[in-house]
């Protein structure tokens, strides 16, 4: 059973910084490709930042750039998203998610931009909120 579970989250002042990370059970994401996404109420699921299954790719949404980054550590079996720079237009809840097929996605960029639709395993979520 693949398990992915968010932390990191919460509270952040306009200018902050936070670190997510996913502590993924189940499978080994050095062969898995693998995202964050966020959503706020009323919008689509949006792809913020994602890898590809060897780390080689990475894609960022194109405004997120330099302010966010993705990375991973392959022996703790987890992903992470450091944020920089947050505004208040960050604040959502913040999903990450695989894809079950090793070695897939390779063009990481092209589905990270399709909001998530082919990543089937997902977390619970966590909020960000980025407020005075």
């Known amino acids: 059973q693949v398990t992915l579970v968010e932390s990191g989250g919460g509270l952040v002042q306009p200018g902050g910084s936070l670190r997510l990370s996913c502590q993924v059970s189940?499978?080994?994401?050095?062969?898995?490709?693998m995202g964050w996404f966020r959503q706020v109420p009323g919008k689509e699921r949006e792809g913020v930042s994602c890898i590809s299954w060897h780390g080689v790719n990475t894609y960022y949404k194109p405004t997120l750039k330099g302010r966010f980054t993705i990375s991973r550590d392959n022996a703790k079996n987890t992903l992470y998203l450091q944020m920089f720079g947050l505004r208040p237009d960050d604040a959502a809840m913040y999903y990450c998610?695989?894809?079950?097929?090793?070695?897939?996605?390779?063009?990481?960029?092209?589905?990270?931009?399709?909001?998530?639709?082919?990543?089937?395993?997902w977390g619970q979520g966590i909020m960000v909120t980025v407020s005075d």
């Open positions: 998610a695989t894809v079950s097929r090793p070695r897939e996605y390779t063009n990481i960029g092209y589905y990270c931009q399709r909001g998530g639709t082919d990543f089937d395993k």
């Open positions: 189940g499978l080994s994401i050095n062969e898995h490709a």
